[in-house]
């Protein structure tokens, strides 16, 4: 059974997995259940938009409450999501942040907005991925990736695992996030 420890880490993960088509989004309906050794469950159902097909994912939720988002989880990390998958999120989401967070758009006035919360993402993404290292280690190791997406991105580029690389990396997106106002 999936472990999550968020609801933000269930839409990563079902947006990581994609329908047999290919489409990796869908509208989901999201119900709590109780399964019989009385642990709750988080129960995503819907029809994918491409192909029409069912998509369903069913999580255990851990007990820790979690953090606000944009947070994925507490100080554990993810039993769902691989540390490469998190970097790889963390590139997509602060390159749809944009560059230019004061000049406004006049065509698309939540184009701030939608900024500072792809890099507020970008950032929870990067935190995750150190969550990874263990305690006096110097980088993830090589035996935390477990998606063939993650393996990949450690086998291209595994300095930028480094714990040093990472906390500005972190730190970078924090900085960015600084120069957004709220919309």
């Known amino acids: 059974m999936l472990i999550a420890r968020s609801?933000?880490?269930c839409r990563l993960y079902m947006d990581l997995h994609a329908c047999s088509c290919g489409e990796t989004g869908f509208a989901a309906e999201h119900a709590l259940?109780?399964?019989a050794q009385g642990r709750l469950l988080a129960v995503y159902s819907g029809l994918c938009p491409r192909c029409g097909l069912p998509r369903q994912f069913v999580f255990a939720l851990d007990d820790a409450i979690p953090p606000p988002p944009p947070a994925?989880?507490?100080a554990a990390a993810s039993r769902i999501v691989d540390p490469g998958e998190f970097l790889l999120y963390a590139d997509k989401a602060s390159a749809a942040a944009g560059f230019a967070p004061d000049a406004g758009d006049a065509g698309d006035p939540q184009a701030g907005e939608r900024g500072r919360l792809a890099l507020a993402a970008a950032a929870a993404a990067v935190d995750e991925v150190l969550?990874?290292?263990?305690q006096g280690a110097a980088a993830v190791p090589e035996a935390a990736f477990t998606s063939a997406t993650g393996r990949a991105l450690y086998a291209r580029e595994p300095g930028r695992?480094?714990?040093v690389r990472l906390e500005a990396t972190a730190a970078s997106?924090?900085?960015a996030l600084a120069g957004y106002r709220a919309a």
């Open 161 to 163: 695992f480094s714990k």
């Open 7 to 9: 609801s933000p880490e």
């Open 131 to 134: 969550k990874f290292i263990p």
């Open 72 to 74: 994925f989880g507490g």
């Open 173 to 175: 997106h924090r900085a």
């Open 33 to 35: 259940q109780e399964d």
